[in-house]
Nanobody, 116 residues
Framework: QVQLVESGGGLVQAGGSLRLSCAAS????????MGWYRQAPGKQRELVAD???????RYPVSVKGRFTISRDNAKNTVYLQMDNLKPEDTAVYYC??????????WGQGTQVTVSS
């Protein structure tokens, strides 16, 4: 099993920045992919960014150029640097890990609120 703990959410003004962290523990050697998702009220959970064990990253158009995902393998931690935040980025942000076995795990989520 993999346990994920997110931190770094909060309230920020539009145009500001936040950095989220996701610390993984447990069977971390089994992790193939780690990512960040978000879910706003009344909306489906959506991918924000993910990064493979080889460092390949993916971003949707909505955040590309503003958000950067990175990972520190020594610390089993993934970061999401969010710059130029917009009110529409307001959501609960979740960390997810995908294992080579096909299993996946979610963190508990952290709230990000961007005021206009």
């Amino acid at each position: 099993q993999v346990q994920l703990v997110e931190s770094g959410g909060g309230l920020v003004q539009a145009g500001g920045s936040l950095r989220l962290s996701c610390a993984a523990s447990g069977s971390t050697s089994s992790i193939r992919l780690m990512g960040w998702y978000r879910q706003a009220p009344g909306k489906q959970r959506e991918l924000v960014a993910d990064i493979s064990s080889t460092g390949i990253t993916r971003y949707p158009v909505s955040v590309k150029g503003r958000f950067t995902i990175s990972r520190d393998n020594a610390k089993n931690t993934v970061y999401l640097q969010m710059d130029n935040l917009k009110p529409e980025d307001t959501a609960v942000y979740y960390c997810k890990s995908d294992s080579f076995s096909g299993r996946y795990y979610w963190g508990q989520g952290t709230q990000v609120t961007v005021s206009s």
